[in-house]
């Protein structure tokens, strides 16, 4: 009898230590799915906010584009005079009238590409001027907005620092990232006085400004932007209908115009 309750106690005693390790081999796993579900549920947000940051930064304007790039004075624009819309100096021979639309991407690679050299090269060495002309072909109430800030910042003598922001900045075309705010940081940005910059934007004088260019732009028989009219003592060479691969057409235009 003593044999048989010594045999029944460790029987329990072995159940017991058999429920004991069952128990916390559930609690291990529980814990182990747990942190699975944890590391899963990071994946997944991970992924959405990368998806989401991949589908705007493709779709351009749907989320508002940062202000940063280039600052004021870059380094093109640095010592190189403006008055209103004109870079360079004021008795340069020849002038290298643009005429763009903030918004255009083919005026942002000109801008980013080009430009640059034309600068360094006929502005900043006296052999010509540059003046930007906004031509709003993209019909949009983005694109009056725009060039109604490049001329409010060019009453500041600010206009290219103004425009090399937009570009750098440019969102999706039409998708109204033009806002109040957006402009506000970009004068900002530019070194413009911003509540002087807010009062010019919406003069009449300035909307007047923009349908004068477009006039303009019709007048020289241009098709779309970027084009340019290079003048000088001998006329006018127009260079219209897409963005040149060098600075050698403005070379030419300035040698048959002085």
């Known amino acids: 009898m003593q044999k048989q309750r010594s045999q029944s106690r460790r029987d329990e005693l072995q159940r017991a230590r058999h429920e004991r390790v069952r128990r916390e081999a559930e609690r291990r796993a529980r814990r182990l799915r747990s942190r699975r579900l944890k590391q899963l549920a990071a994946i997944v947000v991970t992924a959405l906010v990368v998806v989401g ?42 002038t290298i009238n643009e005429y763009g639309d903030l918004q255009c991407t083919a005026c942002s690679a000109f801008a980013t590409g080009i430009l640059p050299a034309v600068i360094d090269k006929l502005v900043k060495t006296g052999v010509a001027r540059l003046s930007f002309h906004n031509w709003t072909i993209i019909d949009h109430t983005d694109s009056l907005a725009a060039p109604e800030a490049s001329y409010a910042a060019g009453r500041q003598g600010r206009a290219w620092q103004f425009i090399e922001l937009f570009y750098d900045n440019q969102g999706e075309e039409r998708s109204g990232y033009v806002t109040d705010a957006f ?52 006329g006018t060479r127009v260079l219209g209908g897409g ?16």
């Open 183 to 234: 402009l506000d940081r970009l004068a900002k940005a530019a070194g413009v006085d911003v509540a002087r910059f807010d009062s010019d934007r919406h003069t009449p004088a300035v909307t007047a400004r923009v349908r004068e260019d477009g006039r303009q732009a019709l007048a020289y028989g241009f098709q779309g932007t970027p084009s340019f009219a290079v003048s000088g003592p001998r």
């Open 243 to 258: 963005v040149p691969d060098s600075i050698q057409p403005f070379e030419d235009a300035i040698r048959a115009v002085s």
């Open 53 to 94: 940051v991949m589908v705007a930064v493709d779709r351009g304007g749907s989320v508002q584009p940062t202000v940063a790039d280039r600052q004021a004075g870059s380094a093109e624009l640095a010592g190189v005079p403006q008055v209103d819309m004109t870079l360079g100096e004021a008795d340069a021979p020849v």
